[in-house]
């Protein structure tokens, strides 16, 4: 059910104040949606947030929930309050092409990017201007992600076959692992000594920073690796392919038996071979993923189950994410914009 926020009307008492409103053609269903107790902070159950110019990519939570960022084909990061009016309070622009895309800083200050451009850039969020750019991928640079512990490095993968791990403290790469495919999604581990990279070639391949060698590579996809995410407490990776599966693995140092676990079905690709993503919630509970079929995905981790699949975007989904705090979820999409949603 699409909700959306509007003026109120003429009405003397309500002049000023705002209310969730159905869009008309659900207007009859108000009053029962007005009596039941909401789960969120939000304004309504469902908030639509538009103003970019062309398709979003990507989006992420700032860690204390209070800022939305998204980043777009038309080369902009949007920075938008979650509660409230959901206004967008900043425009980070610096970027030549699409953003594809983005995470916050452990601490929210900072706004990490890659681009389309060949480059990766770190933004002061509060300042809303670029502190450094990241150049050295000679195309397209697909994924990239900050480490979680340890000292402030971010790895990057792009079309020219790479992995890079840039020292963010002396804005320059440190080392940079080769492969004969197009690298389309990266993460760090939860302790900052492995690095992997989903690719073109159907495999996760498996990094160790102190040795800076492959030292694995998780096999099982039949098609391209468009997103991984690795779970909070280091343990897990989820890996969303073009083979339409989302798989979930095992990748502890020392793993018996073997590393995929589990096989969940549901989000599709299509002919477009976009980067639909996929994103662990901030307590590994949960799971969320983009689709070309226009829907929200989002599954139990432990239970092994679908729990939600949500309609509402008129294009394809790039990546949803879920609320640190709160049952909120949020989506971006080819359509040029953004659900969020309050789950039951």
């Known amino acids: 059910m699409q909700l959306v926020a509007t003026e109120s009307g003429a ?4 002049a000023k104040r705002r209310r969730v409103e159905l869009v008309p053609a659900l ?14 902070g939000l304004l309504g159950p469902t908030m639509l947030i538009k103003g970019h110019a062309s398709a979003v990519y990507c989006v992420d939570f700032s860690p204390d929930g209070r800022i939305l960022a998204s980043g777009s084909n038309d080369k902009n990061i949007f920075i938008w309050n979650v509660y409230g009016e959901c206004e967008n309070t900043a425009v980070l622009s610096g970027h030549s092409s699409a953003i594809l895309e983005l995470h916050f800083s452990a601490d929210g200050e900072q706004l990490y990017t890659c681009s389309a451009d060949k480059s990766c850039a770190v933004w002061d969020v509060e300042m809303g201007k670029r502190l450094k750019k990241l150049n050295g991928h000679t195309a397209i640079v697909n994924s ?4 979680r512990k340890g000292p402030p490095l971010l790895v990057s993968g792009g079309d020219d076959g790479t992995v890079k791990m840039w020292d963010l403290r002396a804005r320059r790469c440190v080392h ?3 492969h004969s495919y197009q690298i389309l999604s990266v993460s760090f581990d939860g302790t900052g000594e492995r690095i992997f990279a989903g690719t073109l070639d159907d ?16 096999e099982g996809h039949a098609d391209s690796i468009t997103g991984i995410d690795v779970s909070h407490d280091g343990n897990f990776l989820l890996s969303n392919s073009m083979d339409n599966t989302v798989r979930l693995w095992d990748i502890r140092p020392f793993c ?5 676990l589990y096989q969940f079905k549901g989000p599709t690709h299509d002919a477009e071979k976009a980067l639909h993503r996929v994103r662990f919630s901030p307590d590994d509970r949960f799971f969320t993923c983009g689709s070309a079929d226009r829907q929200v995905y989002i599954f139990d981790t432990q239970g092994r ?7 509402g975007h008129r294009g394809m989904v790039h990546e949803a994410v879920l609320h640190p705090k709160e049952p909120i979820v949020a ?8 659900y969020l949603g309050e789950l039951d």
Request: aromatic residues 6%.
């Open 203 to 218: 495999g996760i391949m498996v990094f160790d920073l102190k040795e800076r060698e492959h030292v694995l590579t998780l």
């Open 331 to 338: 989506s971006a999409s080819q359509d040029r914009t953004i």
């Open 256 to 260: 018996a038996g073997h590393r995929q």
């Open 176 to 178: 940079t692992f080769e």
């Open 144 to 147: 990239a992600a900050p480490s």
């Open 305 to 311: 189950q679908m729990l939600y699949r949500l309609p």
């Open 11 to 14: 009405d003397d008492h309500a």
């Open 27 to 40: 207007e009859k269903e108000l009053y029962p949606i007005s009596s039941l107790r909401r789960k969120s």
